[in-house]
Protein backbone atom coordinates (compact mmCIF):
# COMPACT_ATOMS: atom_id res chain seq x y z
CA UNK A 1 0.00 0.00 0.00
CA UNK A 2 1.10 3.62 -0.79
CA UNK A 3 -0.22 6.54 0.01
CA UNK A 4 0.56 9.71 -2.25
CA UNK A 5 1.02 13.67 -1.35
CA UNK A 6 1.10 16.33 -3.65
CA UNK A 7 2.62 19.56 -3.33
CA UNK A 8 3.89 22.60 -5.06
CA UNK A 9 1.42 23.72 -7.05
CA UNK A 10 0.43 27.66 -7.90
CA UNK A 11 -0.05 30.41 -9.84
CA UNK A 12 3.01 31.42 -11.85
CA UNK A 13 3.60 33.57 -15.37
CA UNK A 14 3.99 32.06 -19.07
CA UNK A 15 7.74 31.39 -19.01
CA UNK A 16 8.29 30.63 -15.25
CA UNK A 17 9.55 27.06 -13.64
CA UNK A 18 7.55 25.44 -10.75
CA UNK A 19 8.69 21.86 -8.78
CA UNK A 20 6.16 19.88 -7.76
CA UNK A 21 6.62 17.05 -4.97
CA UNK A 22 5.11 13.75 -4.00
CA UNK A 23 5.67 12.47 -0.94
CA UNK A 24 4.87 9.14 -0.41
CA UNK A 25 3.98 6.60 2.41
CA UNK A 26 5.03 2.51 2.53
CA UNK A 27 7.65 0.40 3.05
CA UNK A 28 7.69 -0.35 -1.02
CA UNK A 29 7.62 2.92 -2.28
CA UNK A 30 11.05 2.51 -4.25
CA UNK A 31 9.87 -1.00 -5.79
CA UNK A 32 6.72 1.48 -7.53
CA UNK A 33 7.09 2.87 -11.39
CA UNK A 34 6.10 6.42 -10.70
CA UNK A 35 4.24 9.20 -13.05
CA UNK A 36 2.43 12.59 -13.01
CA UNK A 37 -0.69 13.08 -15.19
CA UNK A 38 -2.60 16.17 -15.28
CA UNK A 39 -6.16 17.12 -16.29
CA UNK A 40 -7.27 20.13 -17.41
CA UNK A 41 -10.82 21.41 -16.64
CA UNK A 42 -13.41 19.99 -19.40
CA UNK A 43 -10.80 17.04 -20.35
CA UNK A 44 -9.59 13.79 -19.62
CA UNK A 45 -6.91 13.79 -17.15
CA UNK A 46 -3.47 13.19 -19.23
CA UNK A 47 -0.05 11.57 -18.58
CA UNK A 48 2.74 13.05 -18.02
CA UNK A 49 6.19 11.46 -17.05
CA UNK A 50 6.54 8.60 -15.46
CA UNK A 51 10.37 7.27 -13.96
CA UNK A 52 11.23 3.52 -12.81
CA UNK A 53 11.91 2.40 -9.29
CA UNK A 54 15.45 2.52 -9.58
CA UNK A 55 15.53 6.12 -11.90
CA UNK A 56 16.89 3.85 -14.50
CA UNK A 57 14.62 5.83 -16.94
CA UNK A 58 12.34 7.77 -17.59
CA UNK A 59 9.51 8.53 -20.54
CA UNK A 60 7.46 11.80 -21.27
CA UNK A 61 4.92 12.92 -22.76
CA UNK A 62 5.46 15.11 -26.57
CA UNK A 63 3.65 17.82 -25.13
CA UNK A 64 5.89 18.99 -21.70
CA UNK A 65 9.35 16.67 -23.39
CA UNK A 66 12.64 19.20 -23.14
CA UNK A 67 10.55 21.56 -20.71
CA UNK A 68 9.58 19.11 -17.86
CA UNK A 69 11.98 16.96 -15.84
CA UNK A 70 10.64 13.76 -13.57
CA UNK A 71 13.33 12.50 -10.82
CA UNK A 72 13.00 10.93 -7.14
CA UNK A 73 14.68 10.46 -4.70
CA UNK A 74 14.23 6.84 -2.73
CA UNK A 75 15.76 7.95 0.47
CA UNK A 76 13.29 10.48 0.80
CA UNK A 77 10.05 8.65 -0.18
CA UNK A 78 9.65 11.53 -3.02
CA UNK A 79 9.08 12.00 -6.53
CA UNK A 80 9.62 15.38 -8.60
CA UNK A 81 8.62 17.04 -11.70
CA UNK A 82 10.50 20.04 -12.22
CA UNK A 83 8.20 22.50 -14.71
CA UNK A 84 10.37 24.86 -16.86
CA UNK A 85 9.02 27.40 -19.83
CA UNK A 86 5.71 26.78 -18.47
CA UNK A 87 2.98 28.05 -20.91
CA UNK A 88 -1.02 28.63 -20.41
CA UNK A 89 -1.84 25.52 -21.69
CA UNK A 90 -0.20 23.36 -19.12
CA UNK A 91 -2.61 24.94 -16.44
CA UNK A 92 -3.81 21.72 -14.57
CA UNK A 93 -4.76 19.90 -11.86
CA UNK A 94 -1.32 17.33 -11.31
CA UNK A 95 -1.69 14.38 -9.97
CA UNK A 96 1.17 12.14 -8.56
CA UNK A 97 0.37 7.90 -9.50
CA UNK A 98 2.15 4.48 -8.72
CA UNK A 99 1.88 1.37 -9.90
CA UNK A 100 3.64 -1.81 -10.40
CA UNK A 101 4.98 -1.03 -14.54
CA UNK A 102 5.17 1.59 -16.85
CA UNK A 103 1.99 2.54 -18.47
CA UNK A 104 0.56 5.90 -20.13
CA UNK A 105 -2.74 4.75 -19.02
CA UNK A 106 -4.25 6.24 -15.74
CA UNK A 107 -6.12 2.90 -15.35
CA UNK A 108 -2.46 0.79 -14.95
CA UNK A 109 -1.38 3.26 -11.74
CA UNK A 110 -3.08 1.94 -8.38
CA UNK A 111 -2.07 4.97 -6.14
CA UNK A 112 -3.22 8.06 -6.65
CA UNK A 113 -2.26 11.77 -4.72
CA UNK A 114 -4.87 14.41 -4.13
CA UNK A 115 -3.50 16.90 -7.14
CA UNK A 116 -2.21 19.58 -7.18
CA UNK A 117 -3.38 23.11 -8.99
CA UNK A 118 -1.12 24.75 -11.27
CA UNK A 119 -2.02 27.78 -12.83
CA UNK A 120 0.01 29.42 -15.81
CA UNK A 121 -1.12 33.06 -16.37
CA UNK A 122 -0.10 34.48 -20.04
Known amino acids: QVQLVESGGGLVQAGDSLRLSCAASGRTYSDYTMAWFRQAPGKEREFVAT????????IYADSVKGRFTISRDNAKNTVYLQMSSLKPEDTAVYYC???????????????WGQGTQVTVSS
Open 51 to 58: ISGSSSWT
Open 97 to 111: AGGEYYSRLRNDYAY
